[in-house]
């Protein structure tokens, strides 16, 4: 099992939207890695469920946040 965290900024709104498995919403994330030659990463991570909720509220466009992803 393998880990990342990413901390960087928002792009964009999150919207909300609806799926095959329900609403979701994705949070696009601009982060730099510490010693890699391309300098600005992003990662795209989407939220299901209840959790969408609390997302259009509290992040918004520039907002900075920590992303967690277990692989």
């Not at 901390?7 to 010693?35: M, Q």
Request: glycine share 8%.
């Amino acid at each position: 099992m393998s880990m990342l965290s990413a901390t960087g900024y928002v792009t964009g709104e999150p919207k909300e939207e609806e799926g095959d498995y329900g609403r979701y919403c994705d949070i696009n994330l601009r982060f730099k890695f510490a010693h890699a030659k391309s300098p600005v990463n992003y990662l795209v991570a989407r939220v299901y469920g209840a959790r969408v909720k609390h997302v259009l509220d509290w992040i918004h466009d520039g907002s900075q946040i920590t992303v967690h992803v277990v692989i």
